[in-house]
């Protein structure tokens, strides 16, 4: 049976999504965009104040299980939630997709771990004021398409971690992309631990800020400024044994795959609602402006742009609805489909944005307008957790 119907539930929680993202994310969204310090940006109220009230709605915990103290919401209601929230401002929405990956990861992979569920999982969920932010760490400055790199035994994470007597100590520095790097409490740290084994000799550490974690300056960047990335460092960074919640081992192709369908899914979505904005915007323009005495949307080439993207955001919303389904009917997903609805959306959230700012002719590179900020916005969706190319070749070998 194939249904499109939404249950009540679903679109309630929708209209709540929509609601916010239009009074708070997009206003915030757009003054982040324009300060000129990102450091700046991320220490301000504005910042502060939408990310609070995002976690007061539990925007935060959608995918945590209800018995660690999340919402438990399937992968589809969530998806309607992020194509709202990134239609409202997408760097604000990739924020807060990346700010639960620790405390998901570890609910999802060491539930038997009581302690640390009670110790990150169930206080992130509480947290009403954004207090707990968390960011995943496995790109480096030597590491990066590397990342999915198996098979070479010579690459390896340079972040080490080395068995002491009451645990593991990391030593290493990942990239200034770590989205929320700055300002996260919590680190998902993937970390060499057998070099004879390349990436597959890495584990995944769970590293608290405090412990020897250094964050780095905000990285100042043409797009997604309303999202933080930035450099972490670790020296000396000190963890219990139980906090290497994936030890390395030949599991990792399978683990991280697992991990990048749920990221690709959340990628996906960020660029449906990116795109789906400036539509509406280009849309509702065009039906304004007069030009040759009518509205430019009555010009052919005008309105053949407007269909070409319409039919891109259905298109990736079905992609994007079956991917996420998949994931919740079989629990692991299937890579290529995710790997099909991200490279699609993001690759069409890129040309069709370009497009609608043609519609709007010169008002189009102008900030009056939000459409040259969805321009720049979306480059950084075609490159963020993989690239559209690495993607694409792990959905080919997969056919
Ligand atoms: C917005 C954003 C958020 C991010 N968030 C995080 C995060 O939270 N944590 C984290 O660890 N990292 C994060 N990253 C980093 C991201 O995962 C890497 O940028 C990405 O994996 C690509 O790595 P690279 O930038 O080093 O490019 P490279 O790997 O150097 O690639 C450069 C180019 O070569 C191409 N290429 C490389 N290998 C191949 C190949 N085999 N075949 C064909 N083409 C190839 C790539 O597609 C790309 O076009 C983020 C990046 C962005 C942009």
Redesign the pocket.
């Known amino acids: 049976m194939v249904d499109f119907d939404l249950s009540e539930d679903q679109l309630t929680i929708r209209d709540t999504a929509a609601r916010f993202a239009r009074d708070v994310v997009r206003p915030a969204e757009i003054a982040l965009d324009r300060m000129a310090d990102p450091d700046q940006a991320f220490r301000s109220d504005v910042f502060r104040d939408a990310m609070r009230q995002a976690y007061e709605l539990g925007f935060h915990k959608m995918g945590i299980k209800e018995e660690h103290g999340g919402l438990g919401l399937d992968p589809v209601t969530r998806g309607l939630v992020w194509e709202e929230l990134a239609a409202g401002g997408v760097g604000i929405a990739?924020g807060l997709l990346?700010a639960s990956?620790a405390p998901a990861f570890l609910s999802v992979l060491a539930p038997h771990k009581t302690d640390l569920i009670d110790a990150y999982v169930r206080p992130f969920c509480e947290d009403v004021e954004a207090r707990h932010i968390s960011?995943?760490?496995?790109?480096?400055p030597g590491?990066?398409?590397?990342?999915?790199?198996y098979f070479d035994p010579e690459v390896h994470h340079e972040t080490a971690a080395a068995k002491a007597a009451d645990g593991y100590v990391l030593q290493g520095a990942?990239?200034s992309?770590?989205?929320?790097?700055g300002i996260a409490d919590l680190y998902l740290v993937?970390a060499c631990v057998d070099r004879t084994k390349g990436i597959c000799g890495s584990g995944v550490f769970l590293v608290p800020y405090g412990r020897g974690v250094t964050r780095g300056k905000a990285l100042d960047?043409v797009g997604?400024r309303a999202?933080n990335?930035a450099e972490v460092a670790f020296e000396d960074a000190r963890v219990p044994e139980d906090y290497m919640i994936m030890p390395p081992g030949d599991h990792y192709p399978m683990i991280h795959n697992a991990i990048k369908t749920v990221g690709n899914i959340g990628v996906g979505y960020l660029a449906l609602g990116l795109l789906r904005a400036a539509y509406e915007e280009a849309l509702s323009y065009a039906k304004e402006r007069v030009q040759f005495g009518r509205p430019i949307a009555q010009h052919q080439a005008v309105a053949f742009r407007l269909f070409e993207a319409f039919q891109a955001i259905e298109a990736a919303r079905g992609l994007l609805w079956k991917a996420s389904w998949t994931l919740g009917a079989t629990g692991l997903g299937d890579l290529k489909i995710a790997a099909a609805a991200r490279v699609f959306a993001t690759n069409m959230a890129m040309k069709h944005s370009v497009e609608m700012v043609q519609i709007l002719g010169g008002y189009g590179v102008s900030k009056e307008y939000a459409l040259e900020k969805h321009m720049r916005d979306a480059k950084?969706?075609q490159?963020?957790?993989?690239?559209?190319?690495?993607m694409t070749?792990k959905g080919a070998a997969l056919l």
């Open positions: 990739a990346a990956v960011a995943w760490g496995s790109s480096e590491i990066g398409s590397d990342g999915s790199n990942k990239s992309f770590v989205s929320n790097g993937f960047k997604l999202l990335q950084l969706l490159i963020m957790d993989a690239t559209n190319e690495i070749i």
